[in-house]
Nanobody, 119 residues
Framework: VQLQASGGGWVQPGGSLRLSCAASGTFRGIDVMGWFRQTPKKERELVANINSEGHTNYEGSVKGRFTISRDNAKNTVFLQMNSLKPEDTAVYYC??????????????WGQGTLVTVSS
């Protein structure tokens, strides 16, 4: 199973970016998909996640600014980030809880995509 993330880049404060992460490979299904972020000064933290039924969970500082969604048919998760702030600068990692064909569950990570918010 591989997770391929895309959509990072540089944006000015107040701007928007949309991250995407697609899972590929052979598996039975995916339950929770999410985004984490990490900076040199902070440990990796959960930004948002979404389960297969569409229930979402957000870290407090991004509520109202970020929206997580997913396309189950394409095994893809998105993170729409609006009103970006310099403190949102980080490497963003996608994560997926995957059920294998042998009914085992593993968490997989994408390669990380850098988001830089600065003027």
């Amino acid at each position: 199973v591989q997770l391929q993330a895309s959509g990072g880049g540089w944006v000015q404060p107040g701007g928007s970016l949309r991250l995407s992460c697609a899972a590929s490979g052979t598996f039975r299904g995916i339950d929770v998909m999410g985004w984490f972020r990490q900076t040199p000064k902070k440990e990796r933290e959960l930004v948002a996640n979404i389960n297969s039924e569409g229930h979402t969970n957000y870290e407090g500082s991004v509520k109202g600014r970020f929206t997580i969604s997913r396309d189950n048919a394409k095994n893809t998760v998105f993170l729409q980030m609006n009103s970006l702030k310099p403190e949102d600068t980080a490497v963003y990692y996608c994560n997926a809880g995957v059920m294998t064909t042998t009914l085992r569950r593993y968490h997989y990570w994408g390669q990380g995509t850098l988001v830089t918010v600065s003027s």
